[in-house]
């Protein structure tokens, strides 16, 4: 009896790189394997896009660094993750093409029903091991945000402050304001 074992192609960040552009949906690269992400229903969306526009607005204003969206950053060796809203500090350059290396100071996922606590698990140590300061897990059916960093998680929900004096000095927004 023949027994044919299916082995996984594993594919290094310059590998990725082609694939990545020519994909009609999103995908992510984890430990060199592709990974289809879903695209964001419309409340993941509105939630995502009016929290970027608040964070761009004031680190704009102060020339903080800079705040995008969907963007990858190759993370470490052969994962490159996309967070729904990056923020990176201005001191550091961003190539104009390509993936940045390492994550950015703050990751912000916002997070759909469909995932699950380890994939959130995964992805926030995958942010951390690649030098992000902070992440932000946006749950956007709860109302409530959870803000993880090295010294620990806290939660935030209902008139709560959205803040992060570290990395954001002087910003401060109500929940209330993200998820209208």
Not at 132 to 158: D, N
């Amino acid at each position: 009896m023949e027994v044919s074992l299916a082995t996984k192609t594993l594919l290094t960040v310059e590998d990725f790189m082609p694939v990545f552009e020519s994909m009609d949906g999103w995908c992510e690269l984890v430990d060199g394997e592709v990974r289809e992400v879903s695209p964001g229903a419309f409340l993941h969306n509105h939630v995502r896009d009016t929290l970027l526009v608040i964070l761009r607005t004031f680190v704009d204003r102060r020339k903080l660094g800079t705040v995008v969206s969907e963007q990858p950053f190759k993370l470490f060796e052969n994962t490159v993750r996309f967070p729904d809203i990056a923020f990176v500090r201005a001191e550091r350059e961003l190539p104009p093409r390509g993936f940045p290396k390492g994550g950015p100071d703050l990751a912000i996922e916002v997070i759909p029903p469909t995932n699950t606590p380890r994939e959130m698990d995964r992805r926030v140590s995958d942010y951390f091991a690649s030098g992000c300061k902070r992440i932000w897990l946006v749950y956007p059916e709860e109302r409530e945000v959870y803000i993880h960093g090295l010294s620990g998680v806290t939660r935030r929900k209902g008139d709560d402050l959205l803040e992060d004096s570290e990395l954001l000095p002087g910003f401060s927004v109500g929940l209330s304001k993200v998820f209208e």
